[in-house]
Nanobody
Framework: VQLQASGGGLVQAGGSLRLSCAAS????????MGWFRQAAGKEREFVAA????????YYKDSVKGRFTISRDNAKNAVYLQMNSLKPDDTAVYYC???????????????????WGQGTLVTVSS
């Protein structure tokens, strides 16, 4: 699986961005997709995931109600709509694919086998 993330940029606090991740290489609908982020000097952390073709979603507590993950299996794409952005959301955002992932491990970095290159989101105060 090859992943290409895009859509990052500079936005003021309270603004919105939509990240996209284009996937190729295998049957996309059978793969759980996730978004992670890594702020400067911090460890990479789980943000959101959407489970295979069923579409069950999972979120980091601090982004619930502000971020929405979705997927378009016809386009082999996953999206992260980010609203009400805060300076603490500043990070490089990565999309990831977990073909073998099980539901109980959806928040674990090690559950994902493929990673995109990351896209930088900067939220100014």
């Amino acid at each position: 699986v090859q992943l290409q993330a895009s859509g990052g940029g500079l936005v003021q606090a309270g603004g919105s961005l939509r990240l996209s991740c284009a996937a190729s290489g295998r049957t996309f609908s059978s793969v759980t997709m996730g978004w992670f982020r890594q702020a400067a000097g911090k460890e990479r952390e789980f943000v959101a995931a959407i489970f295979r073709s069923g579409g069950a979603t999972y979120y980091k507590d601090s982004v619930k109600g502000r971020f929405t993950i979705s997927r378009d299996n016809a386009k082999n794409a996953v999206y992260l709509q980010m609203n009400s952005l805060k300076p603490d959301d500043t990070a490089v955002y990565y999309c990831a694919a977990g073909p073998r992932l099980i539901m109980s491990t959806v928040r674990m970095i090690t559950s994902y086998d493929y990673w995109g290159q990351g896209t930088l989101v900067t939220v100014s105060s």
